[in-house]
């Protein structure tokens, strides 16, 4: 791996632990305005207070969460784009941005969304090619998100994620971001045909934090490095304190039920 990579790539992953937690805040962009995102830097704030790796923006959102940045902290900018407005959905993804522009805004990685399994598909490969080639070439890490995209892929379960995983990987992902398929076994699978580090999304606001933890749980039990949560940490109440739980779990590998416990101390302190 050349030396830019690297040094980027350890603002990302924790080096002693091997464990990565991204906070997701790009959902503007492909959902538009969204619960919890009305003032990003005071959850951004209390996220890196709760042990965040790394915050994960659009470019015009850089200069507020880079403020609350630790020097630890990374920053990971998403340079892909589509919208739910779109009568493609998200299958038709575009380039928001280059990997220079990326770099020159400060950032030590970058986000692509990847799609399959549609018209465009061979229009997305080429994009995603081009945009693998860049990293190399300007040292930045590519994050790849290989998650489902519609309820029709979804419907493919973990064969289609999968497939998506380990095309990322082919394709010089540093990092996969990808949907947990909801049994440990499923995902052992594409964990064990991924020659890169997997974080798992977070999904929609989870109904009870004891659930979502326990989804963490069985994702790291089964091989996730970590994970690349939103919504579950800046829907939350208390966004410091959900991440510290996440964090106990994927660098302690604690049990759902003392994380529990620690979340509602924190909660209650």
Same mark, same amino acid.
């Given at each position: 791996?050349?030396?830019?990579?690297?040094?980027?790539?350890?603002?990302?992953?924790?080096?002693?632990?091997?464990?990565?937690?991204?906070?997701?805040?790009?959902?503007?962009?492909?959902?538009?305005?969204?619960?919890?995102?009305?003032?990003? +830097?005071?959850?951004?704030?209390?996220?890196?207070?709760?042990?965040?790796?790394?915050?994960?923006?659009?470019?015009?959102?850089?200069?507020?969460?880079?403020?609350?940045?630790?020097?630890?902290?990374?920053?990971?900018?998403?340079?892909?784009?589509?919208?739910?407005?779109?009568?493609?959905?998200?299958?038709?993804?575009?380039?928001?941005?280059?990997?220079?522009?990326?770099?020159?805004?400060?950032?030590?990685?970058?986000?692509?969304?990847?799609?399959?399994?549609?018209?465009?598909?061979?229009?997305?490969?080429?994009?995603?090619?081009?945009?693998?080639?860049?990293?190399?070439?300007?040292?930045?890490?590519?994050?790849?998100?290989?998650?489902?995209?519609?309820?029709?892929?979804?419907?493919?379960?973990?064969?289609?994620?999968?497939?998506?995983?380990?095309?990322?990987?082919?394709? $010089?992902?540093?990092?996969?971001?990808?949907?947990?398929? $909801?049994?440990?076994?499923?995902?052992?699978?594409?964990?064990?045909?991924?020659?890169?580090?997997?974080?798992?999304? +977070? +999904?929609?606001?989870?109904?009870?934090?004891?659930?979502?933890?326990?989804?963490?749980?069985?994702?790291?039990?089964?091989?996730?490095?970590?994970?690349?949560?939103?919504?579950?940490?800046?829907?939350?109440?208390?966004?410091?304190?959900?991440?510290?739980?996440?964090?106990?779990?994927?660098?302690?590998?604690?049990?759902?039920?003392?994380?529990?416990?620690?979340?509602?101390?924190?909660?209650?302190?």
């Amino acid at each position: 791996m050349i030396d830019g990579k690297r040094l980027r790539l350890k603002r990302i992953i924790d080096e002693k632990t091997n464990t990565c937690m991204i906070l997701p805040m790009d959902h503007g962009t492909f959902t538009g305005p969204t619960k919890g995102l009305e003032d990003m +830097g005071t959850v951004v704030r209390q996220a890196v207070d709760g042990g965040i790796d790394a915050v994960l923006v659009v470019k015009g959102n850089a200069r507020i969460v880079s403020r609350m940045l630790s020097r630890q902290t990374g920053l990971i900018l998403q340079i892909s784009c589509a919208t739910s407005l779109s009568p493609t959905g998200f299958s038709r993804v575009s380039l928001a941005q280059s990997i220079e522009n990326a770099v020159k805004l400060g950032a030590d990685g970058v986000s692509y969304f990847l799609t399959l399994g549609h018209e465009y598909e061979k229009e997305q490969l080429e994009i995603l090619g081009k945009v693998s080639d860049a990293c190399y070439e300007w040292g930045i890490p590519l994050l790849v998100m290989a998650e489902y995209y519609s309820p029709e892929v979804k419907k493919l379960g973990p064969i289609y994620l999968k497939h998506a995983c380990r095309l990322a990987a082919e394709f $010089g992902a540093d990092i996969i971001k990808t949907t947990y398929p $909801g049994d440990k076994e499923s995902f052992k699978e594409i964990v064990k045909f991924t020659p890169a580090p997997i974080v798992i999304s +977070g +999904g929609p606001r989870a109904e009870n934090d004891e659930g979502f933890l326990r989804m963490v749980a069985d994702a790291i039990g089964a091989g996730a490095i970590g994970t690349s949560v939103g919504r579950n940490i800046f829907q939350h109440k208390n966004p410091k304190a959900i991440t510290k739980a996440i964090a106990q779990i994927v660098r302690e590998k604690a049990s759902v039920k003392a994380a529990l416990t620690a979340l509602k101390e924190e909660i209650n302190s």
